[in-house]
């Protein structure tokens, strides 16, 4: 496996909807917040997907200087960026610094080859005294990894294309 560094994504249209070319890094791509949302029920998980059940969310709304103030707590966010992970790939998203420094990370699963979409991913604020985001913040950095060569098993799972 190697990494595909943040020109060769843009060469090859991974990303599309970015903001900026300064998220385009040596080691992938940084993503941007574009909503938040709280959670409002209980979801359920199983094994073949079919009593799958995902937690109902309601949106938040930035304030009229463009910032929202987080309590501690787990919210679902939804990212600016479009992605497409071509079937010889994987992608793994790892928090900025600056997020784990102000006592916040976020946790998403493996982005399949195949895959694409606007995703969302989970957002945990551990700081007890919360955390205030900018509208488009760079939250997370987005790692491509090629792998040795092509799957002939590619994402058709629920979420792809989610979120247009």
Known sequence: MSVI???GIRKEELVSDYLH???FQGAGVDLSLKEVRVFEGSGRIDFDNSKRKISESRKMEFGSDGSIHLKAGCYKILYNEYVRIPSDCIAL?????SLLRCGAFLQCAVWDPGYEGRSESLLVVANQQGITFERN???VQLVFFRLESKTAKKYRGKYQ???K
């Open 5 to 7: 560094e943040g020109k």
């Open 93 to 97: 998203a790892f928090p900025r610094s």
């Open 137 to 139: 913040a760079r939250v």
């Open 21 to 23: 070319d300064l998220q």
């Open 161 to 163: 294309g989610e979120n």
